[in-house]
T-cell receptor, first 116, second 113 residues
């Protein structure tokens, strides 16, 4: 499977500030996604990061709050803007692997965010 | 009704036993089904995927899919303490080729030595 890295691995931020999370893959992938996992909860899809065009956001998530960039097929960023304590979560990027005839999805190590 | 439902557990089994994890989903158009294992403080790790009705075996793991009943399960044979984790069921969103996944709440498995 693809090797995925995320930066930063964790951060503590003050409310009202913004944090940009980077996701790097060791091979070109078509589909990249951003998920959120709130404390004690499961994963919720934020958006699909589209290369060369605007991200596709899921219900409840908006571009002003979670702007996403995808400049090429190996890299994406997610910004959490104007943060509040409710944004404290683990943010995960994932990529779809279509090798072997199937479509499987693998996750990066995650970014643990605490907003004070 | 949640789109993907799992019993949160914890499910406790003795070492060497078979652990059975269950998941139901609401979207009849879903085509792909996945089981992820998540250790505390770690990101989800893909352990099984299944697309067709029936059973799929990989080592100690067997995934079972019944699309008519909208049911997918994971069997873990010869359970080990290292299998203790949260198991997340994920289902593709609809029949379109978007790659989007919907996750269940996860079932916590405890394997006792």
């Amino acid at each position: 499977s693809a090797v995925i890295s995320q930066k930063p691995s964790r951060d503590i931020c003050q409310r009202g500030t913004s944090l940009t999370i980077q996701c790097q893959v060791d091979s070109q992938v078509t589909m990249m996604f951003w998920y959120r996992q709130q404390p004690g909860q499961s994963l919720t899809l934020i958006a699909t990061a589209n290369q060369g065009s605007e991200a596709t956001y899921e219900s409840g998530f908006v571009i002003d709050k979670f702007p996403i960039s995808r400049p090429n097929l190996t890299f994406s960023t997610l910004t959490v803007s104007n943060m509040s304590p409710e944004d404290s979560s683990i943010y995960l990027c994932s990529v779809e692997d279509r090798r072997g005839g199937g479509k499987t999805q693998y996750f990066g190590p995650g970014t643990r965010l605490l907003v004070l | 009704q949640k789109e993907v439902e799992q019993n949160s557990g914890p499910l406790s089994v003795p070492e060497g036993a078979i652990a059975s994890l269950n998941c139901t989903y609401s979207d009849r158009g879903s085509q792909s089904f996945f089981w992820y294992r998540q250790y505390s403080g770690k990101s989800p790790e893909l352990i099984m995927f299944i697309y067709s009705n029936g059973d799929k075996e990989d080592g100690r793991f067997t995934a079972q899919l019944n699309k008519a009943s909208q049911y997918v399960s994971l069997l873990i044979r010869d359970s080990q303490p290292s299998d203790s984790a949260t198991y997340l069921c994920a289902v593709s969103k609809g029949s379109s080729n978007t790659g989007k996944l919907i996750f269940g709440q996860g079932t916590t498995l405890q394997v006792k030595p």
